[in-house]
């Protein structure tokens, strides 16, 4: 069997209010070619299909039609897509029956039977469990879970630990399958799971949203008859664990300044469970630039009037500019409107400012100890008035502090 794994797609989203949509088309342009030069008998999305749980109209479109045109590239190809954590369940699995006409499998959510039905598993083990056909004949089979909370997995045992219940709740699933009258021993087996692994490596600080909780690979690795893992939610693409079994596929371009280094797709191949996988490496239509570059410390940076100096070089190209400048006090007012006066109707794309300032030595060593009640006496506003002071070293202005004031307020009411 073999599939294209991919995701984190997170259709929707916008880099400092820019969209997104046109790297999307043109990452669906490179996922055309590949599935035409690879024929695979299934794509395999591993979550975060839209950004938002309430995507756009315009958003929506560009999903479909995406979907459907990758539907129709040849026979037999089969789709699978659930949903990560960023997505709406109920939503991205409404139109369902639709897509079963394409031969597109969405699963937004495990559907639970209620108390009272004596079942061998708690759930209909029958919506994630899709067998991939070549030729009318099943060759293998798609686990398709979908991203499920924490708190959602069923627990056997008091006590038992996040790690503990997911491990059996693929346990139960791979176990289900092989009592399946259509199961045989020489089909491939791969499982889909959108959550975070323990040993995942996040690069310059990936931003994971939704739920810290970590999944121990050396568990679940030991399920063997499950030949590949296609996981979604980190955004660098890695192999977890010593051999290729287990996957993050990785978002297809990068979705914020931390994500700079080269995006793909996993083209998986099992062959008597025997799995080889090969990296596609997708091209970026805008890239993204730390400009000048990206200091170490204070001491490195450049003034803003030496990075302004120099902003010509870029300023004609498409790309998000992220601007990297020291300063001892916050960007002024005038300072921000020479900026957005240097890329108005530029193809560059002005994605703010990344403040260097210097350490303050004096304040360095000194660390309060505080009782909890003493800390919970701080009002908001102290506490911000009090980081603006370690920051900068000067008091927030007069003028800031009113308006943080009016904030705080607002949020007390
Ligand atoms: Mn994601």
Redesign the pocket.
Known sequence: MKIVHT??W?IGQTLYQFSRDEEHKYFFNQLKDILLEEKPDALVVS??IFHSATPTVISQRLYYHALVELSRLYDDLQIIVVA???DSPSRLEAPQELWAAFNVTVVGCLDFYRNDEEKELPYDVSKIQIPIKRNGEIVGWVLAVPFINAGNYPSLKENDSYSNRVFSFYNNLKNNLKCNSQYNENHSVIAIGHFMISDAVLKNKDKI?GGIEAVDSSEISSLSEIDYWAF??V?HPQNIGKDEKMRYSG?PFP?TFNEDYTHSVTVVNIENHNVDVKIKELDTLIPIIDFPFKPKSYDDALSFDEVMSMIDKVIDKEQYIRLHVKSETPISDVQNARILDLFKDKKAKFCGVQLYVPKLESSENESVVMTLEDFKCISPYDLGCSVFKKKYDIEMPDEMKAMFKEVCDEVMK
Do not use: Q, Y
């Open positions: 995701s984190d997170h979550g975060d990560g954590n960023h949203v979604g939610h955004h978002s979705m």
